[in-house]
């Protein structure tokens, strides 16, 4: 199976600060990998697809990079609605897998 | 627009059953590809099934696999999974999810059904 690298798995961060989340497949995965959004008591929502295009109503503060191994998401200003953990998912080959999650919190 | 709605979660005894029922509106059911994933207390997110548009094609993750039948009747707008010799482990909220068309990832998630499994 594939893994997924996530770091970091915690991120403290103040509003209005540039945060990036990493993602690395233990092997490539062209750019089949989503960035999704939890936050506690709801469904996870979908930020990113295809690694870098951003999901219809999703704030632009939101991007995505990356191909092959390589992934990052970027919040270019953090924003008080932001605070949550966000996961990675490769579903380019059985069985999809997930990174273990970044949990972004108030400085 | 577009809505999925789980139930079926519960509390049910250690080698028990559960079949989990996913209701959709808003989209054409039989164009979507589906999946569950699971969310455990404390833990991250982990994909559990998928299901290809027709039902033809299905995947399962290794801790479910044997266990655990995902199955579709688009007739019905309905994903369901059925769920046997429970474990301990298989405690989590349960999501089904929508696949983007034609593309990879997932665009609309229900709001999850707890199950829990517990002497």
């Known amino acids: 199976a594939i893994q997924m690298t996530q770091s970091p798995s915690a991120r403290s961060a103040s509003v209005g600060e540039r945060v990036t989340i990493t993602c690395r497949a233990s092997?490539?995965?062209?750019?089949?990998l989503g960035w999704y959004q939890q936050i506690p008591g709801k469904a996870p929502k979908l930020l990113i697809y295809?690694?870098?295009t951003l999901q219809s109503g999703v704030p632009s503060r939101f991007s995505g990079s990356g191909f092959g191994t390589e992934f990052t998401l970027t919040i270019s200003s953090l924003q008080p609605e932001d605070f949550a953990t966000y996961y990675c998912?490769?579903?380019?080959?059985?069985?999809?897998?997930f990174g273990q999650g970044t949990k972004v919190e108030i400085k | 627009q577009v809505q999925l709605v789980e139930s079926g979660g519960g509390l049910v005894k250690p080698g028990g059953s559960l079949r989990l029922s996913c209701a959709v509106s808003?989209?054409?059911?039989?164009?979507?590809?589906m999946t569950w994933i699971r969310r455990a207390p404390g833990k991250g997110l982990e994909w559990v099934s998928y299901?290809?548009?027709?039902?033809?094609?299905?995947y399962y993750a290794d801790s479910v696999k044997g266990r655990f039948t995902v199955s579709r009747d688009n007739a019905k707008n309905s994903l369901n999974l059925q769920m046997n010799s429970l474990r301990a482990e298989d405690t989590a909220v349960y999501y089904c999810?929508?696949?983007?068309?034609?593309?990879?990832?997932?665009?609309?998630w229900g709001q999850g059904t707890l199950v829990t499994v517990s002497s």
């Open positions: 999810a929508r696949g983007i068309y034609d593309n990879s990832g997932y665009d609309f």
């Open positions: 808003g989209f054409t059911f039989s164009d979507y590809y």
């Open positions: 299901i290809s548009s027709s039902g033809s094609t299905i």
């Open positions: 092997q490539g995965i062209r750019n089949e």
């Open positions: 295809a690694a870098s």
């Open positions: 998912l490769q579903d380019y080959n059985y069985p999809w897998t």
